[in-house]
């Protein structure tokens, strides 16, 4: 069975990821943050962060906490977006757990939980370290 939505084509991977990365709110997430969450220089991840607030789906904020920095905050078109991007279908999902017996769910919920404190336990993943380029001279 098939949840997932269609995609839309409209982001390239890296837009994806900035765009699940940021809130939909105040206070909003620093340049860096989502730079180093992407492993991408900051340069890089601020010419993406400029395309997509000129396409609409970004805005750039003062950081309340900190005047002088900017943080990052989705738009209404932004957050639609990520909602759209949704893996799970809320439809297709409740159609699909509707198809289960109950002790199946019940067995489903107690598998998933088993994932989550697993995943919990884990120690924290290494920071992934950003190659750099080879000068050619």
């Known amino acids: 069975m098939h949840l997932r939505r269609g995609d839309e084509g409209d982001l390239s991977e890296h837009e ?38 000129r396409r609409g789906f970004v805005r750039r904020t003062r950081d309340p906490r900190d005047e002088r920095r900017l943080a990052l905050v989705l738009t209404r078109r932004g957050a639609e977006r990520v909602a759209a991007d ?41 920071a992934r370290r950003r190659r750099r380029a080879r000068s050619t001279s």
């Open 86 to 126: 949704s893996v799970l279908d809320p439809e297709r999902l409740t159609g699909a757990l509707a198809a289960l017996g109950a002790a199946e769910r019940r067995a489903l919920v107690a598998a998933l939980e088993r994932v989550a404190a697993a995943g919990a336990a884990l120690p924290p993943a290494p």
């Open 16 to 53: 994806r990821q900035l765009l699940h990365h940021i809130p939909a709110g105040a206070p909003g997430v620093p340049l860096g943050d989502v730079a180093r969450h992407l492993a991408l220089p900051n340069s890089s991840a601020s010419v993406l962060v400029k395309d997509l607030a």
